[in-house]
């Protein structure tokens, strides 16, 4: 590590290979070497050492909605990437739906990223959008860098989103299988949740019955006939239903090319402790019951759920009315994520090594970024996030960096305080204060 600028050091850094005591030798922004932790320090290199802080690979969250432009008073990519490096992630992907130009064609992706270049604070890359009427703006997006195409089965919540029927969904999934692309799917079936009992009001037991699980199932087994007919590479998005689980470990053991991924909500929160009225508390699917919970958490521990994303969806606080069917859909939890997930899994018996696979290892890999991130090892980012893992708190909306300080876990006491965040070797955040902008703009390696 002669030429090390940067030589970070920790008791518990967590690598792929388990946690161990080391020194990570960083140059230009890149880790050069993972060397035992008494390791000579090069003169000219500058030690920093967080003594017992697990070091995590900065976590790639690969679900955020940043809504900008067009709905800033919602969210921005100021605020949004703070609230990222608050919470030690060093990446987003960001929807391509809600900010307005939604990401559907070459020039609104271009508008985005315009507007995002000097406000990100941790690395941002961009998903496409599959609409019924732009298949052939799909190739374009592509070969511009978006890192694939976010479909819905069922209406989205905007108007300028509209959702994919059966055959257009046929159109857009072969026209992305053919230049090897990967379609994400919001998936629950619009047949189902339109039979489903729609009484609306303030009881969250009335909302949970609105949008069934078998909604969700139905919907993952036409996408799963559509992957396995077209050969196509297929996510589902913001799994919440157990029920669906049986038939994605089907379709991976008969080879389909499906990934899925869960949300720390889901994982953390249930229908049983939703008051009536907070509306704080409502994202699509639902969050649902513990015993439900219960079937994510194995499906996580035993591979079928591949990853663990927030859906970062904030709206402004004055549309999170107390009415479940009318209240905007959407959880924050963007800088409380790695908090939220570790309280969980820790009490689950898992380990951190479970949490960066699921939320930093595996969403780089979702997007084909595991090049570079993901993981503390020579040739990655340096990207980290610097953990005290028993540190407990309670949350306090105030201390959070999001536009709209609306969240479902005010009040919670989690644990896992985020010390410091670095992104290709400089510390962009630490204990409260942020460094200007350092991110850069990705696109698909
Ligand atoms: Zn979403």
Not at 320 to 346: E, H, P, Y
């Amino acid at each position: 590590m002669s030429d090390a600028e940067l030589v970070l050091r920790s008791t518990r850094v967590i690598t792929p290979e388990g946690t161990r005591a080391a020194a990570v030798a960083v140059s230009a922004g890149t880790i050069t070497a993972v060397l035992p932790y008494d390791t000579e320090v090069p003169a000219g290199a500058r030690l920093e050492d967080v003594g017992d802080h697990a070091v995590l690979p900065g976590l790639v969250d690969t679900h955020v909605h940043v809504n900008d432009p067009g709905r800033t008073e919602w969210e921005g990519f100021w605020t949004a990437t703070r609230a990222a490096a608050a919470g030690g992630v060093t990446t987003l992907v960001d929807m391509p739906l809600n900010s307005l130009p939604p990401t559907t064609t070459v020039e609104h992706l271009r508008t985005k990223r315009d507007v995002a270049r000097d406000k990100a604070h941790v690395d941002v890359g961009f998903w496409g959008g599959a609409l019924p009427g732009n298949v052939e703006d799909l190739r374009p997006l592509h070969d511009a860098g978006v890192f694939g195409f976010k479909a819905f089965l069922s209406p989205s919540g905007v108007d300028e989103f509209p959702h994919l029927g059966q055959e257009q969904l046929a159109r857009s999934l072969a026209e992305i299988a053919g230049f090897g692309g990967l379609l994400i799917v919001h998936a629950e079936d619009p047949r189902h949740l339109a039979a489903a009992p729609q009484h609306g009001g303030p009881r969250y037991a009335d909302f949970l019955a609105s949008r069934p699980g078998h909604a969700e199932a139905t919907a993952i087994a036409a996408l799963i006939a559509q992957a396995r007919r077209l050969d196509a590479r297929v996510h589902v998005l913001h799994l919440s239903s157990g029920d669906a689980l049986p038939l994605i470990r089907a379709a991976r053991a008969d080879g389909v090319r499906i990934t899925v991924e869960t949300c720390p909500h889901y994982l953390t929160l249930t229908a049983e402790e939703v008051p009536d009225g907070a509306s704080e508390f409502k994202c699509c699917p639902p969050i649902r019951e513990a015993a439900n919970q219960d079937l994510l958490w194995e499906a996580l521990a035993d591979g079928t759920v591949d990853c663990v994303v927030t859906d970062h969806s904030p709206s402004t606080a004055d549309l999170k009315t107390d009415d479940f069917a009318t209240a905007w859909g959407g959880i924050s939890g963007l800088q409380l994520s790695l908090s939220a997930v570790w309280t969980a899994a820790r009490g689950r018996g898992h380990t951190l090594e479970d949490v960066v696979r699921w939320m930093s290892a595996r969403t780089a890999a979702l997007v084909g970024l595991d090049a570079r991130k993901g993981a503390i090892a020579p040739g990655r980012d340096a990207d980290f996030a610097v953990l005290a893992p028993e540190e407990g708190f309670t949350v306090d909306p105030a201390g959070l960096q999001h536009r709209n300080r609306v969240t479902a876990y005010a009040g919670r006491a989690l644990r896992g305080v985020v010390k410091s965040t670095w992104l290709r070797g400089e510390r962009v955040y630490a204990d409260g204060q942020f460094t200007s902008p350092k991110g850069t703009l990705l696109d698909r390696p």
